[in-house]
């Protein structure tokens, strides 16, 4: 996952700098970090963040929520391999209430360290698909 982070970081970066674009970046393991003071600098990002082991995705995207100004101004991307740590239901729940709410939702399947070739729970991936979310790799 260290190479979805890295370029998570670099594109928040690039995307943070487009006039009338609001970005920000939250990163998780069984913790929720965000990293939204830090978009001005990737390499600061990489080199502040202290994450390792687990994934609480229902977590992040429940956490997400919170930052949602204008629901059907918002595009929501996730990064990750769906394969969620816990019960998969906090997820599900906040996909469902995103996708109500007319958020755009993109999932992005997370990069494996060694080619980075898409790793993806299809199971967790394909609820949110049907959810609503444009999961691709």
């Given at each position: 996952?260290?190479?979805?982070?890295?370029h998570?970081?670099v594109?928040a970066?690039i995307?943070s700098g487009?006039p009338?674009?609001?970005?920000k970046?939250?990163?998780?393991?069984?913790?929720?970090?965000d990293m939204?003071?830090?978009?001005?600098?990737?390499?600061?990002?990489?080199?502040?963040?202290?994450?390792?082991g687990?994934?609480?995705?229902g977590?992040?995207?429940?956490?997400?929520e919170?930052?949602i100004e204008v629901?059907e101004r918002?595009?929501?991307a996730?990064?990750?391999?769906?394969a969620?740590?816990?019960?998969?239901?906090?997820?599900y729940?906040?996909?469902?209430?995103?996708?109500?709410?007319?958020?755009?939702?993109?999932g992005?399947?997370?990069?494996?360290?060694?080619?980075g070739?898409?790793?993806v729970?299809?199971?967790?991936a394909?609820?949110a698909?049907?959810l609503?979310?444009?999961?691709g790799?």
């Open positions: 996952m260290t190479d979805s982070v890295i998570s970081a594109m970066a995307l487009l009338g674009v609001q970005v970046l939250v990163l998780f393991d069984t913790a929720v970090i939204s003071d830090t978009l001005g600098d990737p390499l600061e990002t990489l080199l502040t963040m202290q994450m390792g687990g994934t609480q995705i977590r992040a995207t429940t956490y997400c919170g930052l629901p918002t595009v929501f996730l990064i990750t391999d769906f969620e740590g816990g019960s998969p239901q906090a997820l729940a906040s996909l469902a209430r995103m996708a109500e709410q007319r958020v755009r939702l993109i992005l399947t997370a990069l494996d360290d060694q080619g070739r898409a790793f729970d299809t199971q967790v394909g609820q698909a049907a609503g979310m444009k999961v790799a």
